[in-house]
């Protein structure tokens, strides 16, 4: 079992900042790829960005060059530096790791980017 604790959301206006933070638990050595999804209301759950064991990386076209995701091992935590933000970027942001034994979901922090 991964347990995964998501934190860092919350109103900003358009340009802002912010920096998320994922904080995971468990059986992490059986992770492989953690990321970031977030969902819009009124629409499908989409990848924002994710990272393997091995430190590579993938973005969604829509956050390149404005999203940064990083990892500390040593604290189990995965980070998504959120700059340059829209109002469109506003969602729920989830954290979510695959590992060995299952596909696990956080329970999202809401992001809210004002015009």
């Known amino acids: 079992q991964v347990q995964l604790v998501e934190s860092g959301g919350g109103l900003v206006q358009a340009g802002g900042s912010l920096r998320l933070s994922c904080a995971a638990s468990g059986i992490i050595f059986s992770i492989n790829v953690i990321g970031w999804y977030r969902q819009a209301p009124g629409k499908e759950r989409e990848l924002v960005a994710r990272?393997?064991?091995?430190?590579?990386?993938n973005y969604a076209d829509s956050v390149k060059g404005r999203f940064t995701i990083s990892r500390d091992n040593a604290k189990n935590t995965v980070y998504l530096q959120m700059n340059s933000l829209k109002p469109e970027d506003t969602a729920v942001y989830y954290c979510n790791a695959n590992s060995v034994w299952g596909n696990y979901w956080g329970k999202g922090t809401l992001v809210t980017v004002s015009s």
């Open positions: 990272i393997t064991t091995g430190g590579s990386t």
